[in-house]
């Protein structure tokens, strides 16, 4: 667990916003902020506020412990639940590419 006065998420909304594959403007426009905004979030120049959090959570369908996991004491890898944030935008045609892929890595 890392230091809790030094608390930086900047990285991971950013994993998050591009793995859902956002722009920074389509993400600000969503969440109704401005662009710099989300860049200063980004860069950890900036926290965001508990709205804005919840703005995003909801706008990707993620949670406050994927955002903060790495400051959690209960560990899990999110870097898959990142990967596959996107997953339900895939078109059909990639989807099932990918429950291929798995059945046949869960068969060796």
Same mark, same amino acid.
């Given at each position: 667990? $890392? $230091?809790?006065?030094?608390?930086?998420?900047?990285?991971?909304?950013?994993?998050?916003?591009?793995?859902?594959?956002?722009?920074? *403007? $389509?993400?600000?426009?969503?969440?109704?902020?401005?662009?710099? /905004?989300?860049?200063?979030? *980004?860069?950890?120049?900036?926290?965001?506020?508990? !709205?804005?959090?919840?703005?995003?959570?909801?706008?990707?369908?993620?949670?406050?412990?994927?955002?903060?996991?790495? /400051?959690?004491?209960?560990? !899990?890898?999110?870097?898959? *639940? /990142?990967?596959?944030?996107?997953?339900?935008?895939?078109?059909?045609?990639?989807?099932?590419?990918? *429950?291929?892929?798995?059945? /046949?890595?869960?068969? $060796?």
């Amino acid at each position: 667990m $890392k $230091k809790s006065s030094i608390i930086k998420i900047g990285k991971n909304i950013q994993q998050i916003r591009k793995s859902n594959g956002y722009t920074q *403007e $389509k993400m600000a426009e969503n969440i109704e902020v401005s662009v710099r /905004y989300i860049s200063d979030i *980004e860069q950890d120049r900036a926290k965001p506020s508990y !709205e804005v959090l919840i703005r995003i959570c909801n706008l990707f369908h993620v949670t406050l412990d994927q955002i903060f996991s790495e /400051y959690l004491s209960v560990k !899990e890898n999110k870097s898959l *639940e /990142y990967s596959i944030a996107g997953y339900e935008k895939l078109s059909k045609q990639d989807k099932k590419t990918i *429950e291929h892929l798995i059945i /046949y890595f869960n068969k $060796k």
